[in-house]
């Protein structure tokens, strides 16, 4: 999820005036008891902050100037960051409690602030109708919800149909399971020309392997951090299996592999015609279809016993728990998935709206790029598992595991020495982490 910085002139231009402009009709509007800002003076400036590409942030700015034109009580102050430094900048700001009133919040990070007690409690806000139960639920954190779903997000399998289809192969299956992915890796090689393969070499991928392991009824590696579950047996199977796909070529050598860059035109495993698979998430198989238009097709992770893959949200906004104009960011936060005029400006920019009725404004004027993310998320539906993201305190574990594995492919070291490693320092990484909470 790197992304590069950028220019900050537009912040300090809009950091220096008020986003505020004189009240005028608008499409969405707030039931007449829904006033932001009361009990405050009459009046709030909301601070809020956010990671993102450009498009978003014109985005989220065009949405903040709509709801001071509809609440002409409500001003805004904005920041706007890349991924490196949103995540600097919060963790300063969380030490010195000091956080924006409101927040943008990835999965990946959001219990590590829930924990700290930086983040307040929104399950008061009223989403009936808006925001599927189950999903609500799902996300809810020792029983309280921290942060307001903006998107749907999931894990699924893309794949080259048209390369597929020309060497006769059959086609990935919805629902396929973990044994059919490994035989179309073998039927693929046999059929394709010399230098290509159905799937690529993934064992020294922590987090595929992992949902193997949960596929297959064994839960997750690694939860809340404080626990490391790796099931012997399990690593073992899957990774031996891998081993008998290196000997007999069916997937690419490692040369190969070191070499491939995601979403580069040239060096993405699928887009440069190497792999014919590879997974992708509902928010990044629409630059796969933009590399290689007309030619992507989607279908579920494979399965296991338990599912296969995830399907949850990943992006919300979140209210800290030291604003003082709570109630205010509360309204605000439920506006900007419910107000038909704020999801027109707002688009895919955070990916597919979690409110059903803004996605269905906005379906026909969809690009086939935005429309295949919606059909990915349609095939990992029904066999998804809950997301289970690095942990905070897990990030040396997480780099070490592939160099682990590396060292085995090199023939370096054995399989049963890359366990014991990756076992040990597991649970070093649990014990460090348990001992600070």
Same mark, same amino acid.
């Given at each position: 999820?790197?992304?590069?910085?950028?220019?900050?002139?537009?912040?300090?231009?809009?950091?220096?005036?008020?986003?505020?402009?004189?009240?005028?009709?608008?499409?969405?509007?707030?039931?007449?008891?829904?006033?932001?800002?009361?009990?405050?003076?009459?009046?709030?400036?909301?601070?809020?902050?956010?990671?993102?590409?450009?498009?978003?942030?014109?985005?989220?700015?065009?949405?903040?100037?709509?709801?001071?034109?509809?609440?002409?009580?409500?001003?805004?102050?904005?920041?706007?960051?890349?991924?490196?430094?949103?995540? *600097? =900048?919060?963790?300063?700001? #969380? &030490?010195?409690?000091?956080?924006?009133?409101?927040?943008?919040?990835?999965?990946? +990070?959001? /219990?590590?602030?829930?924990?700290?007690?930086?983040?307040?409690?929104?399950?008061?806000?009223?989403?009936?109708?808006?925001?599927?139960?189950?999903?609500?639920?799902?996300?809810?954190?020792?029983?309280?919800?921290?942060?307001?779903?903006?998107?749907?997000?999931?894990?699924?399998?893309?794949? *080259? =149909?048209?390369?597929?289809? #020309? &060497?006769?192969?059959?086609?990935?299956?919805?629902?396929?399971?973990?044994?059919? +992915?490994? /035989?179309?890796?073998?039927?693929?090689?046999?059929?394709?020309?010399?230098?290509?393969?159905?799937?690529?070499?993934?064992?020294?991928?922590?987090?595929?392997?992992?949902?193997?392991?949960?596929?297959?009824?064994?839960?997750?590696?690694?939860?809340?951090?404080?626990?490391?579950?790796?099931?012997?047996?399990?690593?073992?199977?899957?990774?031996?299996?891998?081993?008998?796909?290196?000997?007999?070529?069916?997937?690419?050598?490692?040369?190969?592999?070191?070499?491939?860059?995601?979403?580069?035109?040239?060096?993405?495993?699928?887009?440069?015609?190497?792999?014919?698979?590879?997974?992708?998430?509902?928010?990044?198989?629409?630059?796969?279809?933009?590399?290689?238009?007309?030619?992507?097709?989607?279908?579920?992770?494979?399965?296991?016993?338990?599912?296969?893959?995830?399907?949850?949200?990943?992006?919300?906004?979140?209210?800290?728990?030291?604003?003082?104009?709570?109630?205010?960011?509360?309204?605000?936060?439920?506006?900007?998935?419910?107000?038909?005029?704020?999801?027109?400006?707002?688009?895919?920019?955070?990916?597919?709206?979690?409110?059903?009725?803004?996605?269905?404004?906005?379906?026909?004027?969809?690009?086939?790029?935005?429309?295949?993310?919606?059909?990915?998320?349609?095939?990992?539906?029904?066999?998804?598992l809950p997301f289970y993201p690095v942990p905070?305190?897990?990030?040396?574990?997480?780099?070490?595991?592939?160099?682990?594995?590396?060292?085995?492919?090199?023939?370096?070291?054995?399989?049963?020495?890359?366990?014991?490693?990756?076992?040990?320092?597991?649970?070093?990484?649990?014990?460090?982490?348990?001992?600070?909470?």
């Amino acid at each position: 999820m790197k992304r590069k910085r950028i220019g900050m002139q537009a912040l300090f231009a809009l950091s220096a005036v008020s986003l505020a402009v004189s009240a005028c009709s608008g499409g969405g509007t707030a039931e007449p008891d829904d006033k932001p800002g009361e009990g405050s003076g009459g009046g709030s400036q909301l601070s809020i902050m956010w990671w993102g590409p450009d498009a978003r942030h014109q985005a989220t700015l065009k949405a903040l100037e709509l709801y001071t034109q509809q609440h002409p009580q409500v001003t805004f102050k904005p920041e706007y960051l890349a991924w490196e430094g949103y995540w *600097n =900048k919060l963790t300063t700001l #969380a &030490a010195s409690k000091t956080m924006t009133d409101i927040l943008q919040m990835d999965a990946a +990070y959001i /219990q590590d602030y829930a924990s700290r007690g930086t983040l307040e409690d929104l399950s008061d806000i009223d989403l009936s109708g808006v925001v599927d139960p189950k999903i609500l639920e799902n996300l809810k954190i020792g029983g309280k919800l921290y942060g307001i779903p903006l998107s749907h997000n999931g894990q699924g399998f893309a794949f *080259n =149909k048209t390369d597929l289809e #020309a &060497a006769g192969i059959a086609l990935p299956k919805q629902g396929w399971t973990w044994d059919e +992915y490994f /035989q179309f890796a073998r039927d693929a090689r046999a059929k394709l020309p010399e230098g290509k393969y159905g799937i690529a070499d993934s064992s020294g991928d922590w987090n595929f392997y992992q949902y193997y392991q949960i596929a297959m009824g064994k839960g997750p590696m690694l939860t809340d951090g404080t626990t490391f579950n790796l099931d012997r047996d399990t690593w073992f199977q899957f990774q031996n299996i891998y081993k008998q796909l290196r000997e007999e070529k069916v997937v690419p050598p490692i040369e190969v592999s070191k070499a491939f860059v995601e979403n580069d035109p040239k060096g993405d495993p699928m887009a440069s015609g190497t792999v014919m698979t590879r997974g992708a998430t509902v928010g990044s198989v629409s630059v796969l279809e933009q590399l290689m238009p007309g030619k992507v097709g989607v279908v579920s992770y494979p399965v296991g016993p338990t599912g296969g893959g995830w399907a949850q949200s990943t992006i919300f906004l979140s209210v800290s728990a030291n604003s003082k104009n709570k109630e205010a960011a509360k309204q605000f936060v439920k506006w900007f998935i419910t107000d038909k005029e704020a999801g027109k400006t707002l688009g895919l920019t955070r990916g597919i709206p979690i409110n059903e009725a803004i996605y269905k404004e906005l379906e026909p004027a969809l690009e086939p790029k935005d429309k295949i993310a919606k059909e990915l998320l349609e095939q990992a539906l029904p066999h998804a598992l809950p997301f289970y993201p690095v942990p905070t305190g897990w990030s040396e574990w997480a780099q070490a595991y592939p160099n682990e594995m590396d060292a085995v492919v090199y023939g370096q070291q054995s399989l049963e020495d890359a366990f014991k490693k990756i076992e040990a320092s597991g649970k070093a990484a649990a014990a460090k982490v348990a001992g600070r909470k």
